[in-house]
T-cell receptor, first 113, second 112 residues
Framework: RKEVEQDPGPFNVPEGATVAFNCTYS??????FFWYRQDCRKEPKLLMS???SGNEDGRFTAQLNRASQYISLLIRDSKLSDSATYLC??????????????FGRGTSLIVHP | DGGITQSPKYLFRKEGQNVTLSCEQN?????MYWYRQDPGQGLRLIYY???????QKGDIAEGYSVSREKKESFPLTVTSAQKNPTAFYLC???????????FGQGTRLTVV
C-alpha cells in the first residue's frame, strides 16, 4: 500500500462547478497535512495547510479526518485557472525521528468553459 | 531576492557520465530535500538533510549522492550507476519553525 494515495483523475468539470478530491494516508503517526498545486512542467506550490478543525481559504476548503486517515479538498465555483494537478502531502515519520514530506501522485483537474 | 535556486534548468547527460544538480537557498532553512518526479507520477524522495554536515537516504537513493557542507547548499550528483536518470528533479527546503516545504523551479535532466 502506498504511503499517500490519490485518485489521479482527470476530473473534467465545467466552470462554476464544485469538485472534491480525497487523499488517504497509511501511517497514523503522520503530522502536518497540506495540499499543493502543480501546473504543467512547474514546481509544486503550497495551496493550503490542512488543520484538524477544517479550514477555508476563499473558494477552497480542506478537511482532515484522522480516524479514517484521509484529507479532502473542496473547490467551489471552479475557474479555468484552477486547472492543474493537486498534490496531497503528508509529513510522515521516518527512522531517526524525522518527519518527511511525502507526496501523493496528484489529482488532475481540468476546468472547461 | 529570497528563495531557492536550482540550476541548470535543463541538463543533458550522456550515458555513463556523472552530473551535479545545484540547489542554493537564502531562506536560512535548516532542512533540504531532493525529489524526483517522473511523468504522471508523484514526487519520490531521493535524499534529505535536516542540518549541515548530515544527510539521510530517501526512498530511491541508489545511484545518487549528496553533500551538505553549507547550510545554503545541497547539491545532488546523479552518478552513472543511476540507470534511468531522465526525470524532473526538485529541491525543497523547510524551516525548523514552519512545517510546509518550498520548492525550487526544478531541473529537467535528459539522458542522450
Amino acid at each position: 500500500r502506498k504511503e499517500v494515495e490519490q485518485d489521479p483523475g482527470p476530473f473534467n468539470v465545467p466552470e462554476g462547478a464544485t469538485v472534491a478530491f480525497n487523499c488517504t494516508y497509511s501511517n497514523s503517526a503522520s503530522q502536518s497535512f497540506f495540499w499543493y498545486r502543480q501546473d504543467c512542467r512547474k514546481e509544486p506550490k503550497l495551496l493550503m495547510s490542512v488543520y484538524s478543525s477544517g479550514n477555508e481559504d476563499g473558494r477552497f476548503t480542506a478537511q482532515l479526518n484522522r480516524a479514517s486517515q484521509y484529507i479532502s479538498l473542496l473547490i467551489r465555483d471552479s475557474k479555468l485557472s484552477d486547472s492543474a494537478t493537486y498534490l496531497c502531502v503528508v509529513r510522515r515519520p521516518r527512522s531517526g525521528g524525522s518527519y518527511i514530506p511525502t507526496f501523493g501522485r496528484g489529482t488532475s483537474l481540468i476546468v472547461h468553459p | 531576492d529570497g528563495g531557492i535556486t536550482q540550476s541548470p534548468k535543463y541538463l543533458f547527460r550522456k550515458e555513463g557520465q556523472n552530473v551535479t544538480l545545484s540547489c542554493e537557498q537564502n531562506l536560512n532553512h535548516d532542512a533540504m530535500y531532493w525529489y524526483r518526479q517522473d511523468p504522471g507520477q508523484g514526487l519520490r524522495l531521493i535524499y534529505y538533510s535536516q542540518i549541515v554536515n548530515d544527510f539521510q537516504k530517501g526512498d530511491i537513493a541508489e545511484g545518487y549522492s549528496v553533500s551538505r557542507e553549507k547550510k545554503e547548499s545541497f547539491p545532488l550528483t546523479v552518478t552513472s550507476a543511476q540507470k534511468n536518470p531522465t526525470a524532473f528533479y526538485l529541491c525543497a527546503t523547510r524551516s525548523s519553525i514552519n512545517t510546509e516545504a518550498f520548492f525550487g523551479q526544478g531541473t529537467r535532466l535528459t539522458v542522450v
